[in-house]
């Protein structure tokens, strides 16, 4: 493994810690290294903060061996004056002449400029190490950015026999499942319910039983059913409820407010909505021990690519992605 294929892991490592604090802003892990040895480091903290190369710049103690240091950052470093000012500026004056890049940032003020800026000022500026796994990293905000909708989620919980649910409510998670989901939740900035879900279940749609910050609610009432005593309309979290809006039209209101990802819970005719306009990047599907015999049944996924199945108590949970 190469220097610099090791560093920028660390950058990766670094930019993860940033996970419910950064966005909407890219999580973003930088490293300085002099003569093979580290001597800062840093990450984005969280929205509006300090990024991680000011982080990883004032970290370092000993200031004079900047001039020779190498930064390894897993994005594009900023070119413009946004909540705080350049990075590129920042590390142009610090004296660093050797910038390493995982890739580049596909927000429109940045998109190369940032680059740009450090060659032009004389660096040496290497772009593309780890450039796959730092895409991935921020998978929601270059969705956000390129396709103009945030990344979107399904998640539903099913029997073994593949109904999603009956006439009455059924449990099909058990406690750790259901910390699980709540973890999920705290790592999406919104959470879509339909109105079946909405009266039949009455769920919060919070992150109680995970550390994060609740996701925006969101549900549809087309008709003007759903009561003010639902636990959604409780005053604890902000909502928005759709009325007559396409998937299109949803999608497109969380794009203008700035909504970088969506999860979408349920019910089965809003989820296979979804999966059928093509509109879904990663699905979570959770598979209970037991037979239902009738019911609702389970969407079914197209174009879907298994990612990975874990076993937790004999709950199954296959995460897929939307191949594209």
């Given at each position: 493994m190469s220097d610099d294929i090791k560093f920028m892991r660390r950058c990766l490592q670094l930019a993860r810690c940033g996970e419910t604090g950064a966005p909407p802003n890219p999580m973003v892990g930088a490293v300085i290294v002099c003569d093979g040895r580290i001597i800062g480091e840093g990450f984005h903290r969280r929205c509006g903060g300090p990024h991680a190369e000011v982080n990883a710049i004032c970290s370092v103690k000993e200031k004079h061996l900047l001039s020779r240091s190498t930064i390894y950052v897993s994005l594009e470093p900023c070119?413009?004056?946004?909540?705080?000012?350049?990075?590129?500026?920042?590390?142009?004056?610090?004296?660093?002449?050797?910038?390493?890049?995982?890739?580049?940032?596909?927000?429109?003020?940045?998109n190369g400029l940032g680059i740009r800026k450090l060659?032009?000022?004389?660096?040496?500026?290497?772009?593309?190490?780890?450039?796959?796994?730092?895409?991935?990293?921020?998978?929601?905000?270059?969705?956000?950015h390129q396709?103009?909708?945030?990344?979107?989620?399904?998640?539903?919980?099913?029997?073994?026999?593949g109904f999603i649910g009956k006439r009455e409510r059924v449990v099909f998670s058990n406690a750790l499942t259901q910390t699980l989901v709540h973890r999920?939740?705290?790592?999406?900035?919104?959470?879509?319910v339909g109105t079946r879900t909405a009266l039949l279940d009455n769920p919060t749609l919070t992150t109680r039983l995970w550390t994060g910050p609740n996701p925006l609610r969101l549900t549809i009432d087309r008709h003007g059913i759903l009561p003010s005593t639902l636990h959604l309309k409780d005053g604890s979290t902000p909502i928005v409820i759709y009325t007559q809006e396409s998937i299109e039209e949803i999608l497109?209101?969380?794009?203008?407010?700035?909504?970088?990802?969506?999860?979408?819970?349920?019910?089965?005719?809003?989820?296979?909505?979804?999966?059928?306009?093509?509109?879904?990047?990663?699905?979570?599907?959770?598979?209970?021990?037991?037979?239902?015999?009738e019911g609702v049944s389970a969407p079914i996924l197209k174009d879907e690519q298994l990612e990975s199945k874990q076993n937790y108590g004999g709950q199954i949970i296959q995460q897929y992605r939307h191949k594209q």
């Open positions: 070119a413009h004056y946004g909540k705080t000012p350049p990075c590129a500026d920042l590390i142009i004056q610090s004296g660093i002449r050797r910038i390493v890049v995982g890739c580049t940032d596909p927000f429109a003020k940045v060659q032009e000022a004389g660096c040496e500026v290497q772009v593309g190490i780890l450039e796959k796994e730092c895409r991935e990293l921020n998978r929601r905000f270059f969705t956000f396709k103009h909708r945030p990344w979107i989620t399904l998640k539903w919980a099913q029997s073994k026999d999920l939740r705290a790592r999406h900035q919104a959470i879509l497109a209101d969380l794009y203008a407010r700035g909504i970088q990802s969506l999860l979408v819970e349920g019910g089965a005719e809003l989820l296979q909505s979804f999966i059928d306009k093509g509109f879904w990047d990663e699905a979570r599907i959770e598979t209970a021990p037991f037979c239902l015999g």
